[in-house]
């Protein structure tokens, strides 16, 4: 089974073409599995809004259409592959296993905090649920009381690398705009150790004009602050290599998994953040970065310089497993596991 070709169909959100023109993450991941399967013989179709460019057969949605309405346009073509891949947010694809249609697998993938996405799971014997790490997978088991299977989210090594450039004494914060991401903690961290902060992440989506007014205003206050916004995934190589080191201050947010922080030390970057979430797994304490337990031994270690402790090829080097290519022969292993046991 395993040397067989597959038809799969990976089902991708309506918020994003794919792939992104900027930086981004779930949509990125769904059009990079699509295309890795391609590559390796598979017969593949990928569900994207209009506008998106592939090299797999692709079912265009709406850009910004409801998911239930895009799921319309596709749901009778489901039963035609050998498995699906579903990386959306609200898995339409669901009812046809519920109402007993498709034998076809459903590789529902969970992009978010289980508790955020499900109240229980799907009324099927094996609903196959896919976890982007170890931590949002125990998740699973706690909230749902369900099995499921890990892959982790996979970088381009090849994009994201260390480019020799010398590096300044300003830190980086590099997420949304968004309050799960603390950039707010950010900013007070930066001013109470004096630091030179960047902050730089999506505003346009998220929804919380009064943070994203908050943060530019403590911006112009202090000149040690530098507020710069939505940047494209070139330009955060360059941050990347350019600044000191990266505030990840995930305090409130059971971070599934998180791009960033490897996407930094794929750089050579070395990354602080909260010992909260998919971080213990993607950052190697006092190795690459350093894992805290609050504000205040987050603010410690900038005080004594601890990141000037970290080899940037260590960074390099740990992160590297968590490339686009192992991301890929993932996927294609849970693919024929699914279709020989009927899922988990």
Known sequence: MKNNKLKICVISTTVLPCPPVGYSGLEMIAWQVAEGLKSKGHDVTLVAPQGSKTNCTLHETTLNEPEKAAYSGYWSKLAEFDAVIDHSWEKWSYILKVEGKISTPILGVLHAPVNTMYMSIPPVPKPTFVCISKDQSEG??????????????????????????????????????????????????????????????????????????????????????????????????????????????????????????????????????????????????????????????????????????????????????????????????????????GGW
Not at 196 to 217: F, H, N, S, W
Not at 238 to 251: D, E
């Open 140 to 341: 699973c088991k706690e909230h749902l009381n369900c099995d499921s299977r890990v892959s982790y989210n996979g970088v381009d090594v090849n994009f994201y690398k260390n480019l020799n450039y010398k590096r300044n004494n300003r830190w980086l914060f590099l997420a949304r705009i968004s309050t799960i991401k603390g950039p707010h903690i950010a900013v007070d961290v930066a001013n109470k150790c004096k630091i030179d902060l960047d902050l730089i992440g999506d505003d346009r989506i998220t929804g919380e004009p009064q943070l994203l007014a908050q943060v530019k205003a403590a911006c112009s206050l202090s000149p040690n602050l530098r507020y710069v916004g939505h940047q494209n995934r070139d330009e955060c190589v360059g941050w990347f290599n350019t600044n000191k080191a990266m505030l990840h201050p995930n305090k409130l947010f059971r971070e599934p998994f998180g791009l960033a922080p490897v996407e930094a030390q794929l750089c050579g970057m070395p990354v602080i953040a909260w010992r909260n979430g998919a971080c213990k797994e993607t950052i190697k304490d006092k190795e690459t970065g350093f894992l805290v337990d609050s504000q205040e031994e987050m603010e410690e270690l900038i005080k004594s310089d601890s990141v000037s402790t970290i080899n940037p090829k260590r960074c390099i080097e740990w992160a590297q497993q968590f490339s686009f290519e192992n991301m890929v022969n993932r996927y294609e292993e849970l693919c024929y596991e699914a279709i020989e046991t």
